[in-house]
């Protein structure tokens, strides 16, 4: 499995982005779509879960730090799962993941500055 993430960047706080992974295929069934991130300093093994999406397209959950604020989507028709960030805070800048099963992308960095 191949996941590409894309759509990070430099943003100002209060402004949204819409990150997007696009997923080669969906051999481990049993699993949903998750998408998570990673602060600087923090261990790959803490990597703080943003929210999670089913294969049918049915948001699981939501981090606290992120409920109310994030929305997650998946376009079945192409294989691709879209986390739309709005009101964003410094606090969101990290690179963020998508994962499925035990496959990763190699992430895509969000940067919420001034």
């Known amino acids: 499995v191949q996941l590409v993430e894309s759509g990070g960047g430099l943003v100002q706080p209060g402004g949204s982005l819409r990150l997007s992974c696009e997923v080669s295929?969906?051999?481990?069934?049993?699993?949903?779509l998750p998408w998570w991130r990673q602060t600087p300093g923090t261990p790959e093994k803490e990597r703080e879960l943003?929210?999670?999406?089913?294969?049918?397209?049915?948001?699981?959950k939501y981090g606290d730090a992120v409920k109310g604020r994030f929305t997650i989507t998946l376009d079945s028709s192409k294989n691709t799962v879209f986390p739309q960030m709005d009101s964003l805070a410094v606090e969101d800048t990290a690179v963020y993941y998508c994962?499925?099963?035990?496959?990763w992308g190699r992430g895509t960095q969000v940067t919420v500055t001034d």
């Open positions: 994962s499925h099963g035990m496959s």
């Open positions: 943003v929210a999670t999406i089913s294969l049918g397209g049915i948001p699981i």
């Open positions: 295929d969906f051999p481990a069934s049993s699993y949903h």
